[in-house]
């Protein structure tokens, strides 16, 4: 399968370093697409190990700067310095977690849940966005399958995000509506589309951008969930003016809070923030204690109890 539909010119062998993002990671390999759009299949120099420490030594979205050498071979010589990321906890057996850095140096987080088939978890899309905000980046919804319930269907499930200050886009990536427009919130940034397996990611990409030609999956019929059919996370450089980088990811079926302190999780969610610092005890958890502005204002409707209850839940690690 190819990367991309970009062409790949040939550059003649140079001592010089490069600089450039890398595309994909895969054993040891990894994809660097160099200023000038040539793309070089890079190996990493060992003092670069010992530099990253505990850090995943390269993911894509990292800025390099590369060297190709007389044999023909190309090295990552350094990375630079993450701006931004969106990582979970890795999942494996509690006490061994580890970070999971899935892209790096990133713009905004495009996080797609379907509107039906599989249909939506809504404590799921809560567990996206609070490792957006962790992060710093900006997140943007994305109903997608729309059709599937019709455009008022769709609002009911996903309004009180609109609500809370999120971007929603209801689109169809099979049938093309709303496609155009989420096309346009991608120029010129580096974005990544996240979310659970079988809600059309892949599919929607392929209909922003005709050519990416990236494996597509049904839904499970017995179980209504989909089926992983991208395996591992890769960056698409876009082809429209103005260019951008749209990164695919696995779908995820699990979103741990990877080093999301207790104390900063209620600034996650931004419809709380207004009301922290009033609480009559300076170390408030917002779950039971009295006087408590943040649950005054859930008694009052102006914070939804749904999104408390997320809340709740991640705080004592209930899900």
């Not at 120099?45 to 995943?56: A, F, I, L, M, P």
């Not at 050498?69 to 494996?92: C, H, K, N, Y």
Request: overall charge negative; aromatic content about 6%.
């Amino acid at each position: 399968m190819p990367l991309t539909s970009l062409p790949t010119p040939v550059r003649a062998a140079a001592e010089a370093a490069l600089t450039g993002i890398v595309l994909r990671a895969r054993s040891g390999f990894y994809t660097v697409r160099l200023d000038d759009g040539t793309l070089l299949e890079c190996r990493l120099r060992g003092r670069v190990k010992q530099e990253r420490g505990n850090s995943d030594l390269v993911v894509i979205g990292d800025h390099v700067a590369v060297t190709s050498l007389a044999d023909g071979d190309s090295m990552i010589e350094s990375v630079e310095p993450r701006r931004t990321r969106f990582s979970r906890r890795q999942p494996g057996p509690r006490g061994s977690w580890k970070e999971d850095m899935i892209v790096a140096n990133l713009d905004q987080v495009l996080v797609v849940f379907a509107c039906a088939d599989p249909m939506p978890h809504l404590r799921m899309v809560d567990r996206f966005l609070v490792v957006a905000e962790h992060n710093q980046v900006e997140a943007v919804l994305v109903a997608n399958k729309a059709d599937l319930v019709g455009l008022s269907a769709a609002r009911g499930l996903f309004a009180a995000y609109e609500g809370i200050g999120y971007p929603v886009h209801y689109v169809s990536a099979r049938e093309g509506i709303g496609v155009e427009e989420l096309a346009d919130r991608l120029v010129g940034r580096v974005s990544v589309v996240t979310g659970p397996s079988g809600v059309g990611k892949s599919t929607l990409l392929n209909a922003i951008q005709p050519g990416l030609r990236i494996e597509t999956g049904a839904v499970s019929e017995t179980v209504h969930k989909g089926r992983h059919t991208t395996t591992s996370a890769e960056l698409h450089p876009l082809t429209a003016p103005g260019g951008g980088y749209v990164a695919d990811t696995p779908g995820l079926r699990e979103l741990g809070l990877w080093q999301v302190p207790p104390e900063e999780l209620a600034w996650c969610f931004p419809e709380m923030r207004d009301y922290l610092g009033q609480c009559a005890f300076n170390d408030c958890r917002h779950i039971s204690e009295p006087r408590c502005a943040v649950l005054a204002a859930v008694e009052a409707g102006r914070i939804s109890a749904a999104r408390h209850d997320s809340y709740r839940r991640l705080l004592l690690n209930e899900d």
